[in-house]
């Protein structure tokens, strides 16, 4: 039903448009900026791979220069250009972010910091729980704003209890100025093919009114064998801008299964040696399989010159499925698993409103910003274990095995999944940014009253637990100082907000004297310092910060916040178009993160699973002078050793991956064409890249073999 009434609506939106006809030159986006808007972008910067800005939370589109936290939004046109098939592929270009997978599942999971953000917990258009759980295609999304550091004053608590290390929001595509008529088609590594549709017009006498339409379908197998992929992208978006009216609304579907795909390993000691980067040791009867619908509104209205009010509200209906077989590992790579099913429907609405106002007192300048949001989300779930004696298997020479029955140990009914969980997030945010000399010293100050509301119901018969209900209020103290135009100093206070844990009913075999207690939510507490420079064609950052959080763990037979975490590190960040033709983005993140208060002594000082002391990136493109059209690509991605075991006595091996790229841009019968291949992890080393990524787990996630990408784009 979602997607006959969304195909439906697509159709008669390519029906009622115009004759299609314009040139691929045409795609660019506005570059006018209403600074603070709650809808405009901001322009791209020299190069186009990056954006001058992004969304700051409640304080809505700035320039990169004038926030006070690091920041970087990386454009459709970088995502195009490397064939990116997901949120996943575009960070890969970020020398501060990591991608891994989910915990027992397929979920893309993103490591800032040292700290993880779940692909459910990014922001969408601004809102928290919009977005499909597991995976979010590239063909939605116009920016991918990656925020670096603690973000609950500006966007609230992300509802499924991550984002301590930094946040993402995911920003959908908008019609430019011209006609946009784009059809694409290719292979990605052994037979996956792909085709797309990407159609856009404006309307009205000063083209006010855009309407986007994305249509993407991927279909085989790529690059790891017997892994056999289906993904159907529906997107359809629609915005106005006006001089005092603002509004955009966006609809996707995503129906997204995968056949037999390669799980992750938990090692039991030492960490076997990868296996060939190609291979496949699912079992064959296992699968993924998640259909979302969602779609957000997003208005803003100038009442006054200087006063301005917004509002968004959104949704999210989704359906997953599991048949999974996740094995754990000795030294010598024998396997052992078991069946694991769930089914899980989610239902998710999510608002924000604010008012903005700009007033003057004495030599001040004032922007104040009030903003409230709320989160309500159900959650209904089952599953089903098979016995837990397992099936053996080996890494290097998998068996597969006939399916075991998944009637050990269930819960609910995986045909009609009962309510398991209700949550209710929902804050109040208020805050002065101050201008000073000019404009060139910004001070803000702010906090955020954030209330947490957690049900949860027994598998089956839906008995309710006692009710997680707590509340916090996170401050903000940042500072902004431009001593010249090109240099920007900042420095800020923050932080984040993750849902206390439930007090265990045992400990080492005794009653815990506060069992079953709601702790209060868990703080993660920064502090930061930069630099961010820009020159006209060439821009970076230098991001010095520490951060730390709670955690949890009985002491004197009392479970409370004994625990923490410490966080400490170095960014470097570069970016633009330095000369003609030459476009470079890169970095590197040095991060000492301890454990500096455990339930184990002998522990503290150890270094937190997966989480490496270096990190880098380096992405060139270069535009061949000797042949136009012609447009050379290589990318560098480097990580470092990664702890496998709390006591760190077992750590992953550093890796380095080569990535190389080549584009042809020319006129066929008078229409532009571009040709894309693509090659990524060149020298097909065969390493696992990352381990953990929820906390305290650390199964290991094995890279990506050799893939050749092609792709063939034509405007017509």
């Known amino acids: 039903m979602f997607r006959s009434l969304l195909l439906a609506s697509c159709c008669a939106t390519v029906l009622s448009t115009p004759a299609l006809a314009q040139e691929a030159g045409s795609a660019e986006l506005d570059e006018v900026i209403v600074t603070g808007s709650q809808v405009t972008l901001t322009s791209p910067y020299p190069g186009g791979q990056v954006a001058r800005g ?20 990386y454009t459709e046109e970088l995502a195009r250009n490397q064939q990116a098939r997901s949120v996943g592929d575009v960070l890969q270009n970020d020398p501060a972010v990591r991608v891994s997978k989910g915990f027992g599942n397929f979920q893309e999971l993103y490591v800032i910091r040292g700290f993880p953000v779940y692909s459910d917990d990014m922001t969408y258009n601004g809102l928290y729980g919009i977005l499909p759980r597991q995976f979010v295609a590239a063909e939605f999304l116009e920016r991918v704003e990656v925020f670096h550091g603690a973000t609950a004053f500006l966007n609230g608590a992300a509802p499924g209890g991550s ?12 019609a430019p100025d011209s006609d946009l008529n784009r059809l694409t088609a290719g292979v990605d590594g052994e037979s996956e093919l792909y085709l797309a549709a990407d159609l856009a017009r404006r309307f009205g ?41 603002r509004f955009s609304a966006d609809l996707g579907y995503q129906d997204h299964h995968i056949d037999a795909p390669r799980p992750t390993v938990t090692p039991f000691g030492a960490v076997p040696t990868p296996p060939s980067s190609d291979g496949n040791f699912a079992q064959p009867w296992t699968y993924t399989d998640e259909e979302q619908l969602f779609g957000v509104a997003r208005g803003e209205f100038d009442l006054t010159d200087s006063v301005s009010a917004w509002a968004a509200f959104g949704g999210r209906q989704g359906k997953e499925a599991n048949v999974l077989a996740n094995p754990s590992t000795d030294a010598n790579g024998n396997l052992s698993a078991y069946r694991f099913d769930n089914a899980r429907e989610d239902t998710v609405w999510s608002g924000d409103v604010g008012l903005r106002a700009e007033l003057t007192t004495g030599p001040v300048g004032h922007t104040i910003v009030a903003s409230a949001s709320q989160v309500r989300s159900k959650s209904r779930n089952a599953y089903a274990f ?21 009637d050990f140990f269930t ?9 398991t969980e209700r949550v209710d997030n929902a804050s109040f945010a208020l805050a002065d940014m101050m201008s000073f000399l000019e404009g060139r010293l910004l001070v803000t100050v702010g ?43 900042y420095a800020n206070y923050a932080e984040a907000l993750i849902p206390g844990q439930i007090a265990p009913q045992l400990s ?33 950052s230098v991001s010095l910060f520490s951060t730390t959080l709670q955690s949890a763990f009985v002491e004197n037979n009392v479970f409370a916040a004994n625990g923490e975490q410490e966080n400490t590190g170095l960014e470097i960040a570069f970016f633009g178009e330095p000369r003609d033709g030459l476009r470079v983005i890169g970095g590197w993140t040095w991060l000492d993160a301890e454990l500096t208060r455990t339930a184990d ?10 989480t490496p002391e270096f990190q880098g990136n380096a992405n060139v493109e270069w535009d061949v002078p000797q042949l136009a059209g012609l447009t050379l690509e290589g990318r560098l991605v480097y990580t470092g050793e990664q702890p496998v075991n709390v006591p760190n006595t077992v750590e992953l091996d550093s890796w380095t991956r080569f990535d190389a790229g080549v584009r042809y841009s020319t006129d066929v019968a008078g229409r532009p064409v571009t040709v894309r291949a693509r090659v990524e992890n060149l020298a097909d080393e065969d390493h696992w890249v990352a381990v953990g990524g929820y906390p305290g787990a650390n199964y290991l996630t094995l890279g990506a073999p050799r893939t050749l990408r092609l792709s063939v784009s034509t405007d017509f």
């Open 54 to 73: 992004g969304r700051m939370g409640l304080f809505g589109a700035l320039n990169v220069m004038d926030t006070p936290f690091a920041s970087t939004s």
């Open 447 to 489: 906090a955020r009253h954030q209330s947490i509301e957690t049900r949860t119901y027994a598998y089956g018969s839906g008995v309710p637990a006692p009710a997680y209900v707590s509340d916090a209020i996170t401050p903000v103290f940042a500072v902004v100082y431009r001593p010249i135009e090109q240099i920007s100093l």
């Open 163 to 174: 984002g301590v290390g930094g946040a993402f929001n995911l920003t959908p595509k908008r």
């Open 205 to 245: 006498a000063a083209g006010e009114w855009g309407g986007r339409l994305n249509i993407a379908r991927r279909d085989g197998e790529a690059g790891v064998e017997g892994e056999d992929r289906q993904l159907t992208v529906i997107g359809l978006g629609v915005d106005r801008r006006g001089d005092r009216a």
């Open 508 to 540: 080492g075999g005794m009653l815990v004297d506060n069992r079953g207690e709601a702790l209060d939510p868990f703080l993660g507490e920064q502090m930061e310092v930069g630099l961010k420079y820009d020159v006209g064609r060439f821009g970076g």
């Open 386 to 406: 098979s016995n837990f004696a397992g099936f053996a298997s080996d890494l290097y020479a998998p068996a597969a095995v006939a399916p075991p029955a998944a």
């Open 601 to 610: 002594p002998l522990l503290e000082g150890s270094r937190p699973i997966g």
């Open 411 to 419: 819960g609910g009914d995986l045909s009609n999944p009962g309510v």
